[in-house]
């Protein structure tokens, strides 16, 4: 049976979007771009001087960049195009078209604002960037889906225990974004980590738990109340969806437990997408289970974003930048859908 990165990987291969790679002349993404065209894992444009850019790929043995579309951000045939329509999009927040011209020099710019205009489909970066470098140009040009105005970020866990979740594998949010989410962005957060976990983990029936530190109101407090509420939200925003709350992480997991403190529920034992109630939470939750655990932590993943546009740690290796192009393309396609 292959596993859940090999499918991500040949999900992404037979719906083969593209993806923008805005740090081209950085070797790990370099290399990275050039297993994923000999893969054809997706199409990758690349931003970058050209002259740079291969003979970066020369020194490194790539075969494979010829195959890549490379834009040069100081000479490209739409430059214009790209300066006036980030102009149209910021000048109600003051932006002049002389910041606009220089912005579009920025390769995070450049590759947002590719998507938008419809010439690509998501992007990579953070290998060089700071989160906060990756995430505001796609929040100024991008946006956030409709309904959602927070972005949050999902981790798939691939545990050694098949009786939980989807066969051994969950996925939790948010774990990298919003560190105290209201009640809305819980809500928001709960949609989103769900529509992750059809896009990228290929669940066919999400079941969303609430967690908290009680169980259908075994606890009083207003941290409590809050899950309460975001529960009840994302019932609303999502009406399909199957979610359940506020429930104990045992109660969201175990059958035996689940029917003792929630009986009734139809999440309750069967969760296979846990929603925490703060970003302190889910950043511990994720990193116990993957070295205590020795679970598999896939992310995070970001989301809540129109487009896909994904943040890597400046640590990334090579692996890691080839299967964050997979998970982009897989929530691409979902994207479009």
């Known amino acids: 049976m292959a596993t859940l990165i090999e499918q991500i990987v040949e999900r992404a291969k037979s719906v083969h979007q593209r993806i923008v790679l805005p740090e081209a002349t950085e070797e790990r993404t370099l290399t990275a771009a050039d297993r994923a065209l000999a893969d054809k894992l997706a199409e990758i444009i690349l931003i970058g001087n050209p002259s740079e850019i291969h003979a970066l790929a020369e020194k490194l043995g790539l075969k494979h960049i010829g195959e890549a579309t490379i834009i040069d951000p100081e000479n490209h045939p739409k430059k214009e195009e790209y300066t006036q329509l980030l102009y149209e999009l910021r000048k109600s927040k003051g932006m002049t078209i002389e910041q606009a011209q220089k912005?579009?020099?920025?390769?995070?710019?450049?590759?947002?604002?590719?998507?938008?205009?419809?010439?690509?489909?998501?992007?990579i970066s953070g290998a060089l960037s700071t989160t906060g470098d990756t995430l505001r140009p796609a929040l100024q040009i991008i946006k956030c889906s409709p309904g959602i105005t927070c972005v949050s970020g999902a981790m798939l866990l691939v545990t050694q225990t098949p009786q939980y979740g989807e066969n051994g594998v969950l996925v939790i949010g948010d774990v990298a974004v919003t560190p105290m989410p209201d009640a809305s962005q819980l809500a928001q957060i709960a949609v989103c980590t769900a529509q992750t976990a059809k896009s990228v983990a290929g669940f066919e029936d999400p079941r969303v738990a609430m967690l908290s530190f009680s169980t259908k109101g075994s606890a009083k407090h207003e941290v409590v109340d809050k899950v309460v509420e975001a529960t009840r939200m994302a019932k609303e925003l999502a009406p399909e969806l199957k979610i359940d709350g506020e429930l104990q992480?045992?109660?969201?997991?175990?059958?035996?437990?689940?029917?003792?403190?929630?009986p009734g529920s139809d999440i309750a034992g069967k969760a296979n997408v846990l929603v925490v109630p703060c970003l302190e939470v889910g950043n511990i939750a994720y990193k116990l289970v993957q070295r205590l655990g020795n679970a598999i932590a896939i992310g995070p993943i970001l989301q809540g974003i129109a487009r896909p546009v994904n943040d890597l740690s400046r640590g990334c290796s090579v692996d890691d930048v080839?299967?964050?192009?997979?998970?982009?393309?897989?929530?691409?396609?979902?994207a479009k859908q």
Do not use: E
């Open 103 to 123: 912005l579009v020099l920025n390769p995070l710019y450049l590759g947002c604002l590719i998507i938008k205009s419809g010439d690509a489909d998501g992007q």
């Open 249 to 262: 992480a045992d109660a969201a997991l175990v059958p035996s437990v689940g029917n003792k403190k929630a």
């Open 322 to 334: 080839y299967y964050m192009i997979a998970i982009t393309a897989n929530q691409a396609y979902a």
